[in-house]
């Protein structure tokens, strides 16, 4: 067994330093359905099977063709006749001895029909290339059953990408430029001890520039604080009048010159950050809010009971705050003083992590589950990342394709810039009108191209007047997507691939935030955009 996992973490080296051990297992625990092996299809879960997710079953009823052997690295000549499901499994589980594969050889639309609780089985769905009526019907199942669904579909030179998630829960959203948790406008009681246990004045030399930049920044602003009737210096000049008074505190050589010290350079430059209020972020604050959070039954998943467990010790122990984060940044300072400082804030962390695990126990008891329903190691977790919660919350498909729910205000105001990657959201669905009229997609041979404009302009046209949009789509558009002939060329595919699979690890781990709720990507000139439809 430790054999195993020291091969599994040189394996996956440099993705465990993204997501950690329980992101890994997570992945491993995964079961993903492929709908339709096509070039994207199979992008997505080579995307998928590199870094090691349980379990793939594709379903696709469909037999290789030319065309399919053309644009899809994972079928090769001799597969053509074959069923796609069968063939596109057995070359995507050569990447990865650790993946299981499955295929059922049967169109989505067949499962739909017999067995539709086939698809509640799995962590995601990813329906690929496949006509608006059948997306509507598996996404109505897959809502109903609290089942992640993400549409994919490569047209020509557009990429599109659908997420459809009731609620989608994220402890750990990765921010990219956090701010440190140090508590210096609020010092708790330790924390007060440890400054005070410090004398600038008194200090030799090598300790006053060793001195952690944080403590020299508590030390001044407890200066400053009795100087100016306990307010914090706010403004930009108040705070470049607090940047000097930390300099004057530099120590000076016998002919008066400053000595080098970098950690006071240090304090200086953090001054900003370091000013911070304490306070509940807004978005936390709205999830406290929530429904969820406020009643809590024997059904409530774990992060909205823990959500709970944090709002009831930011109103009791935490005065207001949230649980101390418990980290600290790196910083010039002697190894003891920073360990010394590193314990206090790791200390402060461990106790609040454990009253709000007492607030966890009270309430998981009073809607009769074990405390032991969610583990330590969890709750430690969600107070370290407390600040950083995020839920999404998708609109249905049925509820975007509807006439009376329709976005109009989005379509309407991205439509301003006629150019936009809107414009190629709208031309989507005037193809999937045509599909429906037609049973084919519009200049698939290179002789319907010309005809097809016109057939392909009256959908454009019903779309906009069903939806009531007062928009103007260029005929170059419309000319364009006759022109693509539903092609799926292996460069957008590919693209698309890596996109569409870093979503679905982001759904599955319930790590960093997944999009919401429309992403499309335009190959042309290399630009994308996210919209909510």
Known sequence: MAATKASKEQKYDRQLRLWGDHGQEALENAHVCLINATATGTEILKNLVLPGIGAFTIVDGHTISGEDVGNNFFLSNNSIGKNRAQAATELLQELNSDVSGNFVEESPDKLLDNDPEFFHRFTIVIGVQLPESTCLRLGSVLWSASVPFLVCKTYGLIGYMRLVVQEHTVI????????????????????????????????????????????????????????????????????????????????????????????????????????????????????????????????????????????????????????????????????????????????????????????????????????????????????????????????????????????????????????????????????????????????????????????????????????????????????????YGAAEPHTVAAFLGGSAAQEAIKIISHQFVPFNNTFIYNAMSQTSATLQL
């Open 172 to 483: 750990e959203s990765h921010p990219d430029n956090a701010l440190e948790d140090l508590r210096l406008d609020q010092p708790f009681a330790e924390f007060k001890n440890h400054i005070q246990s410090y004398d600038l004045d008194s200090m030799d030399k090598k300790d006053h520039s060793h001195t952690p930049w944080i403590i020299i920044v508590a030390k001044y602003l407890e200066k400053w604080l009795s100087e100016h009737n306990c307010q914090p210096p706010k403004n930009y000049k108040e705070k470049e009048a607090f940047r000097q008074f930390i300099r004057e505190g530099i120590l000076k050589n016998e002919n008066g010159v400053p000595e080098d010290e970098e950690n006071f350079e240090e304090a200086i430059k953090n001054v900003n950050t370091a000013l911070n209020p304490t306070k509940v972020p807004s978005a936390v604050e709205d999830l406290f809010n929530s429904e969820q959070c406020n009643n809590i039954t024997s059904q409530t998943t774990s992060f909205w009971v823990m959500l709970r467990a944090v709002k009831e010790f930011v109103h009791n122990e935490g005065n207001g705050s949230l649980p101390v984060r418990g980290t600290i940044p790196d910083m010039i300072a002697d190894s003891q003083k920073f360990i010394n400082l590193q314990n206090v804030y790791r200390e402060k962390a461990m106790q609040d992590a454990a009253a709000v695990c007492k607030h966890a126990e009270c309430l998981l008891q009073s809607v009769g589950k074990t405390p032991e329903s969610i583990s330590e190691k969890d709750i430690k977790l969600f107070c370290k990342c407390a600040s950083f919660l995020r839920v999404v919350r998708c609109r249905s498909l049925a509820e975007e394709y509807s006439v009376d729910s329709v976005n109009k205000d989005e379509i309407t105001s991205s439509m301003d810039n006629p150019d936009g990657e809107m414009v190629f959201y709208l031309m989507l669905r005037a193809v999937d009108r045509f599909y429906q009229q037609h049973s084919r997609y519009p200049g698939v041979y290179n002789y319907q191209v010309e005809e097809d404009i016109s057939k392909l302009k009256l959908c454009v046209n019903s779309l906009l007047q069903e939806y009531s949009l007062n928009v103007n789509i260029k005929d170059d558009y419309i000319h364009e997507f006759c022109r």
